[in-house]
């Protein structure tokens, strides 16, 4: 017991300075919750929830290992996740280049849906199938042989509530009125600057996947 409860510490650390590592999640979520509301902010936390689960129970199930045998069809799926990101990114580049700010100065942004967000944090998490791949190694070596069931439950729930708990921090403090303040003021910049980041990832992850053998 005492293996598995150190096991299972040792990957909730793992998956949480993970996520506070800048990379597309916390850029998408900062954005739409600075952008638009508390609510869209965390309509899109549940996306990359849902999305950061469907890895996690994919590599529990052995689609990562695979997708590392089938070369052809992991860099596939890494240039479509590659062309996502770049066209999320360039779609809010464009947006910001294409809305004048209003006279008093806060940016006439395209309204959405909250289910746009959900969507845009869901496709922006499932987009980088390099998730798998990162799952597979570190339950290689931190998942104790022979786990019972209930150990790879604990897994999945654990990597949930610190998904949901760690976005959300980032949603409510994007979203909170001085953030909000300063986007309106900047809110152009900051989006135009947001989407050429998410373009570099999608980049980033174009230049791994013609890398790989």
């Not at 150190?6 to 916390?26: C, D, T, W």
């Not at 994919?58 to 890494?78: H, N, S, W």
């Not at 580049?93 to 969507?119: C, I």
């Not at 953030?179 to 809110?187: D, P, V």
Request: hydrophobic fraction near 55%; aromatic fraction near 8%.
């Amino acid at each position: 017991m005492t293996t598995l409860l150190s096991a299972l510490l040792a990957l909730a650390v793992i998956h949480l300075v993970g996520a506070m590592v800048p990379g597309p999640n916390m850029v998408v979520t900062a954005h739409v919750a600075a952008s638009r509301t508390v609510r869209d902010g965390l309509m899109c936390v549940a996306g990359i929830v849902v999305a950061t689960l469907t890895w996690v129970s994919l590599t529990l199930a052995g689609v990562g290992i695979v997708l590392q045998e089938l070369g052809t069809l992991y860099t596939t799926l890494k240039l479509i996740g590659a062309a996502y990101l770049m066209w999320l990114g360039g779609r809010m580049v464009w947006d910001a280049l294409r809305h004048a700010p209003d006279p008093a100065g806060a940016p006439e942004l395209p309204k959405r849906l909250p289910r746009a967000a959900f969507r845009s944090g869901l496709l922006t998490n499932l987009a980088n199938p390099k998730s798998a791949v990162f799952w597979t190694s570190v339950f290689v070596v931190a998942v104790p042989p022979e786990a019972p069931a209930w150990f790879y439950a604990a897994v999945i729930a654990v990597i949930g509530v610190q998904t949901a708990l760690w976005y959300g921090f980032v949603a409510l403090v994007f979203a909170a009125p001085p953030t909000q303040a300063a986007y309106r003021r900047m809110g152009r910049f900051i989006q135009g600057l947001a989407g050429t980041v998410m373009v570099g990832f999608g980049l980033k992850l174009a230049a791994d996947a013609e890398a790989a053998p």
